[in-house]
């Protein structure tokens, strides 16, 4: 073979290299922040549902971050500890007529911060280390703790005596560890409850804010799903509004606890979460939509996947919310910090997220996740009183 054909092959290969490369690029997002808060590293939630639980210390850490500069690490199986114990006592107490599960909701922390206090993580054992393992994994612990509960809540007997709550602590203090009585922090002596105030932290001054229409906007309401067990109210606003109120805290340097749906085809494993419109896709014209409508739901999503982040998206919409609660598609599966905005090379904005699954993904652990993506699949969100807008503050009686 001669020279020519060789250095010939090798141009073409470098050609179709370059052409392959130039493919992937135009379907990679290359983003611009517009607006960064600091907030505290990424943690790993490993084999526990418990988003709610490091999604919403993240959010308090972050508070903690802005009116002081000072950077805490506290601590999610503290939380647990207490938490699973008010849960299985709730499910006795409504005579098992109730969820007892590893979910729950931002307002438990909260709850857990107000009612016991805090501990920082090294004040308890880290995740897994008390039954050999590295990381939460929280399979065998709720397999011996689920059928406790349901043995005690759903007894036929008249009277229940309280020595089960002995028994259940143990549990949880064998797989998650004791929660200290006091502790040292720097030097200093605490309590879980003096340390919480310690922080420096006004409770009264996080709301929780949603958007449906089967409540009177402007009013609180206990959003209907079963790990908003101990049901606090949510600020009901219209859609636009509660959109308003994520953009307003984000520029005015508050992070947001977000919790919502993200068994949704946009929300990929890498990084990335765009509202796609699987139904009606950008770019397809004549013959090509006609082979469109013939694919099946699961070609339609390996199709908008190969398009990427140029995918067309929906709009949102208050309707269109309202029918996704209700018909069970808007679901209640995540929660997440919104710590950032940013926009990609065509304009689109997004908000960034930070994650609990370790430094995963494209980004390390953020999330890019659209506005429209946001607003339409937020179940509800905790947020500073203080970044609300003005004129929807007053609209709901906050100061």
């Known amino acids: 073979m001669n020279k020519t054909i060789i250095t010939s092959i090798f141009l073409a290969l470098g050609a179709t290299a370059a052409f392959a490369q130039d493919t992937e690029k135009k379907n990679e997002p290359i983003f611009t922040t517009i607006k960064e808060i600091p907030i505290t590293s990424v943690k790993n939630q490993a084999r526990s549902g418990t988003c709610w639980n490091y999604s919403t210390l993240s959010f308090f850490e972050a508070e903690i971050l802005k009116k002081s500069g000072k950077t805490f690490d506290l601590c999610e199986m503290f939380v647990c500890n207490k938490n699973y114990m008010d849960r299985a006592v709730n499910k006795v107490r409504m005579h098992g007529d109730a969820q007892f599960s590893q979910g729950g909701s931002a307002y438990d922390v909260l709850y857990v911060l107000k009612n016991y206090g805090i501990c920082p993580e090294d004040a308890m054992p880290l995740p897994g280390t008390m039954y050999g393992d590295t990381l939460n994994n929280f399979n065998e612990f709720f397999s011996v703790m689920e059928p406790y509960v349901d043995a005690v809540a759903k007894s036929e007997a008249k009277t229940i005596s309280p020595t089960w709550k002995n028994g259940f602590q143990g549990i949880l203090d064998a797989y998650l560890g004791k929660c200290p009585e006091t502790f040292k922090y720097e030097g200093k002596e605490y309590t879980p409850k003096s340390f919480a105030a310690s922080l420096g932290l006004d409770w009264n001054d996080y709301v929780s804010i949603t958007s449906y ?10 959003v209907e799903v079963q790990d908003n067990w101990r049901m606090p109210g949510s600020w009901n606003l219209p859609m636009e509004e509660m959109a308003r109120v994520i953009e307003n805290a984000v520029m005015e340097g508050y992070t947001v606890a977000w919790g919502g749906d993200v068994s949704e085809q946009g929300f990929t494993r890498n990084g990335l979460a765009i509202l796609y419109d699987v139904e009606n896709p950008e770019g397809l014209e004549g013959s090509d939509m006609a082979r ?8 339609k999503r390996s199709k908008v996947s190969e ?3 140029s995918a067309k998206e929906l709009t949102p919409s208050q309707e269109q919310r309202q029918k996704e609660f209700d018909n069970w598609e808007l679901t209640d599966d995540h929660g997440m910090l919104i710590y950032g905005i940013a926009k990609d090379q065509n304009g689109r904005k997004y908000y960034m997220v930070k994650n609990s699954w370790g430094e995963t993904g494209a980004y390390k652990g953020t999330w890019y996740m659209s506005e429209n993506f946001i607003v339409a699949k937020a179940m509800d969100f905790m947020v500073n009183k203080n970044a609300i807008p003005k004129d929807i503050a007053k609209k709901i009686g906050l100061k």
Request: glycine share 4%; net charge negative.
């Open 213 to 222: 229409t089967h409540h009177p906007f402007y009013e609180e309401f206990p």
């Open 292 to 299: 469109w409508l013939k694919l099946t739901a699961s070609e």
């Open 307 to 309: 398009l990427g982040f």
